[in-house]
Protein backbone atom coordinates (compact mmCIF):
# COMPACT_ATOMS: atom_id res chain seq x y z
CA UNK A 1 0.00 0.00 0.00
CA UNK A 2 1.31 3.34 -1.16
CA UNK A 3 1.85 5.96 1.77
CA UNK A 4 3.70 8.76 2.46
CA UNK A 5 4.68 11.10 5.26
CA UNK A 6 5.73 14.49 5.45
CA UNK A 7 7.64 15.64 8.58
CA UNK A 8 9.70 18.68 9.67
CA UNK A 9 7.26 21.38 9.46
CA UNK A 10 7.16 24.19 12.73
CA UNK A 11 7.14 27.59 12.88
CA UNK A 12 9.66 29.81 12.31
CA UNK A 13 10.96 33.41 11.77
CA UNK A 14 11.37 35.45 8.36
CA UNK A 15 14.57 34.57 7.08
CA UNK A 16 14.75 31.31 8.77
CA UNK A 17 15.07 27.67 7.45
CA UNK A 18 12.99 24.62 7.35
CA UNK A 19 14.01 21.05 5.32
CA UNK A 20 10.71 19.04 5.24
CA UNK A 21 10.69 15.34 4.50
CA UNK A 22 8.48 12.99 2.65
CA UNK A 23 8.97 9.51 3.51
CA UNK A 24 7.46 6.78 1.57
CA UNK A 25 6.57 3.28 2.88
CA UNK A 26 4.95 0.50 0.80
CA UNK A 27 6.85 1.30 -2.40
CA UNK A 28 10.01 2.34 -4.03
CA UNK A 29 10.06 5.90 -4.00
CA UNK A 30 12.67 6.40 -6.79
CA UNK A 31 10.74 5.00 -9.63
CA UNK A 32 8.47 8.02 -8.94
CA UNK A 33 8.37 11.46 -9.75
CA UNK A 34 7.71 13.54 -6.73
CA UNK A 35 6.03 17.33 -6.07
CA UNK A 36 5.74 19.31 -3.20
CA UNK A 37 2.76 21.39 -2.93
CA UNK A 38 1.23 23.56 -0.61
CA UNK A 39 -1.96 25.36 0.67
CA UNK A 40 -2.63 28.35 2.41
CA UNK A 41 -5.91 29.21 4.17
CA UNK A 42 -8.54 30.17 1.26
CA UNK A 43 -6.26 29.65 -1.49
CA UNK A 44 -5.97 27.00 -4.01
CA UNK A 45 -3.06 23.74 -3.89
CA UNK A 46 0.15 25.49 -5.52
CA UNK A 47 3.08 23.47 -6.78
CA UNK A 48 6.17 24.44 -5.17
CA UNK A 49 8.66 21.57 -6.68
CA UNK A 50 9.32 18.22 -8.43
CA UNK A 51 12.07 15.68 -8.79
CA UNK A 52 12.24 13.59 -11.82
CA UNK A 53 12.51 9.67 -11.46
CA UNK A 54 14.30 9.47 -14.38
CA UNK A 55 17.27 11.61 -14.35
CA UNK A 56 16.92 13.85 -11.32
CA UNK A 57 15.85 16.65 -13.08
CA UNK A 58 13.97 19.26 -10.35
CA UNK A 59 11.44 21.76 -11.67
CA UNK A 60 10.72 25.37 -8.79
CA UNK A 61 7.90 27.25 -8.87
CA UNK A 62 9.06 31.35 -9.78
CA UNK A 63 8.27 31.79 -6.08
CA UNK A 64 10.80 29.59 -4.38
CA UNK A 65 13.79 29.35 -7.02
CA UNK A 66 17.08 30.38 -5.40
CA UNK A 67 15.64 29.71 -2.05
CA UNK A 68 14.14 26.34 -1.81
CA UNK A 69 16.02 23.02 -2.65
CA UNK A 70 14.14 19.38 -3.54
CA UNK A 71 16.82 16.31 -3.23
CA UNK A 72 16.23 12.64 -2.64
CA UNK A 73 17.49 9.88 -0.96
CA UNK A 74 16.76 6.67 -2.46
CA UNK A 75 18.75 4.88 0.19
CA UNK A 76 16.40 6.33 2.80
CA UNK A 77 13.35 6.38 0.29
CA UNK A 78 12.45 9.88 1.17
CA UNK A 79 13.08 13.36 -1.10
CA UNK A 80 13.56 16.12 1.06
CA UNK A 81 12.61 20.17 0.43
CA UNK A 82 15.13 22.36 1.48
CA UNK A 83 13.73 25.70 2.23
CA UNK A 84 15.70 28.69 3.04
CA UNK A 85 15.21 32.19 3.50
CA UNK A 86 11.56 31.60 4.49
CA UNK A 87 8.86 34.08 3.76
CA UNK A 88 5.67 35.08 5.44
CA UNK A 89 3.83 34.00 2.10
CA UNK A 90 5.34 30.65 2.47
CA UNK A 91 3.53 29.76 5.40
CA UNK A 92 1.22 27.05 4.07
CA UNK A 93 0.33 22.93 4.71
CA UNK A 94 3.12 21.07 2.90
CA UNK A 95 2.29 18.10 1.02
CA UNK A 96 4.29 15.68 -1.08
CA UNK A 97 2.71 13.41 -3.83
CA UNK A 98 3.49 10.61 -6.45
CA UNK A 99 3.31 11.48 -10.21
CA UNK A 100 1.02 9.36 -12.49
CA UNK A 101 3.14 7.28 -14.53
CA UNK A 102 3.85 8.71 -18.18
CA UNK A 103 2.19 11.79 -17.10
CA UNK A 104 4.07 14.67 -18.94
CA UNK A 105 6.87 16.12 -16.29
CA UNK A 106 6.28 19.24 -17.65
CA UNK A 107 3.21 19.75 -16.13
CA UNK A 108 4.65 18.99 -12.84
CA UNK A 109 2.75 21.94 -11.20
CA UNK A 110 -0.73 20.61 -11.76
CA UNK A 111 -2.16 18.92 -8.54
CA UNK A 112 -4.26 16.25 -10.94
CA UNK A 113 -0.47 14.97 -12.56
CA UNK A 114 -0.47 13.21 -8.96
CA UNK A 115 -2.19 10.44 -7.33
CA UNK A 116 -1.23 9.50 -3.44
CA UNK A 117 -1.03 11.79 -1.46
CA UNK A 118 0.77 12.73 1.97
CA UNK A 119 -1.05 14.06 4.92
CA UNK A 120 0.56 17.78 5.14
CA UNK A 121 2.63 19.39 7.55
CA UNK A 122 2.27 22.92 8.66
CA UNK A 123 5.05 25.57 7.96
CA UNK A 124 4.27 28.67 9.61
CA UNK A 125 6.62 31.47 8.82
CA UNK A 126 6.24 34.50 11.65
CA UNK A 127 7.80 36.29 14.14
Known amino acids: QVHLTESGGGLVQPGGSLRLSCAAS????????IGWFRQAPGKEREGVSC????????YYADSVKGRFTISRDNAMNTVYLQMNDLKPEDTAVYYC????????????????????WGQGTQVTVSS
Open 97 to 116: ATQRPFFPIKLWYTPDAYDH
Open 26 to 33: GFTLQYYA
Open 51 to 58: ISSSDGST
